[in-house]
């Protein structure tokens, strides 16, 4: 029985186990059988892993995916994928990721694999927890692709992109995906730059087929790579326009940054359900269960306890397994507690 209250769910990504980590440095030396057998294995852990927390919502951990996104630039035709970075050498930063170049038509025809990781995590999976799928929004995955002659700038790129993404969303939804999430932290990075309004007019022609078919939620952070954010961290540029998002969740950022805003929570729940991160995905410090508990009641201050859930700041994959687990075993216990006072 999923909890009516103060939900425990995850944003998406989860570690990779270290075998496949290590794997992934060698995938010449594995078959094609191999590989599915090493995916699989990874999403049987990570289901595992995220049952045994106890959480209401869980995911297949992106076990099949390079970072939250990047293999997704697999399935798109008219790009020649780049894997070297601006800079190679250093503390490990944003601006080590490579770029992709634009040659042709951006097509997806196979879609985005998003599909066949719900099918997995569906016959995987036990009976009991929601099921939720993640996938980029375009804007987002906009940001990897240079513009050329065809595709004039980010904002050019992201229209091409945005049908594939449409497309994707609505295949989830019909192959049984009842909790779906849309990754724009591109979105909030860039807020306090931008044209807000001309973001939530994305995102809403993105979403739009499947408004009111499953419980749709959007993910914004400021940047998670290697541990380290990218934008600036101000949840205040993004309002009051992100709340016409056609969404029934928002998910915002807030263990990081020592639940600086924490009110404007209560502007989002006047719209939507909100989704807070409880957890600090880029801290070893693992929290308590008394801390979580602490975080709870401070949110509650602000968003009834059925319009709230709780999770990590971002997804986990930049954080180490030990540590997730301890992370989300703690989370669910304190969300446990405070329902029992409630």
């Known amino acids: 029985m999923i909890n009516p209250f103060i939900r425990t769910t995850v944003i998406g990504s989860y570690p990779f186990p270290s075998w496949l980590e290590f794997a992934s440095q060698h995938f010449d030396h594995f078959g094609t059988a191999d590989l599915a057998e090493l995916q699989e294995d990874a999403v049987i852990a990570a289901i595992h892993d995220q049952v045994s927390a106890g959480l209401d919502v869980i995911t297949d951990g992106e076990q099949s995916r ?21 800079r190679k050498w250093g503390p ?26 719900f099918e997995r995590l569906k016959r995987l999976a036990p009976a009991g927890p929601i099921l939720k799928a993640s996938v980029p929004g375009p804007y987002t995955l906009s940001g990897r692709l240079i513009p050329n002659a065809g595709y004039k700038d980010r904002y050019a790129v992201t229209e091409a992109l945005l049908p594939i993404v449409r497309k994707e969303l609505e295949d989830l939804v019909k192959a049984g995906c009842t909790e779906l999430s849309v990754d724009e932290p591109s979105m909030s990075c860039y807020a306090y730059r931008e044209d807000t309004k001309r973001f939530v007019d994305i995102f809403n022609r993105t979403v739009a087929p499947v408004v009111g078919k499953c419980r749709l939620s959007v993910h914004l952070c400021f940047g998670n790579y290697k541990g380290h954010a990218v934008g600036k961290r101000r949840l205040a540029p993004m309002f009051p326009d992100f709340l016409d998002f056609k969404v029934n969740e928002m998910h915002v950022e807030m263990a990081n940054r020592e639940f600086a805003e924490i009110d404007m929570i209560a502007r989002i729940a006047e719209k939507m359900n909100v989704a807070v991160g409880i957890v600090d995905v880029k801290s ?59």
């Open 284 to 342: 070893y410090y693992i929290e308590t269960v008394e801390d979580i508990v602490e975080r709870i009641k401070l949110c509650l201050k602000y968003v009834p306890a059925e319009k709230l859930s709780v999770a990590p700041d971002c997804g986990l994959s930049q954080t180490a397994r030990w540590a997730a687990k301890q992370k989300l075993a703690n989370m669910v216990e304190g969300a446990r507690k405070m329902r029992e006072r409630l």
């Open 92 to 117: 490990p930063a944003h601006d080590q990721r490579g770029k992709h170049e634009i040659i042709g038509e951006l097509r997806a025809p196979r879609g985005l694999g998003a599909v066949a990781e």
């Open 66 to 86: 390079f970072d939250f996104n990047l293999s997704f630039y697999g399935y798109l035709e008219g790009i020649r994928q780049e894997t070297a970075s601006p």
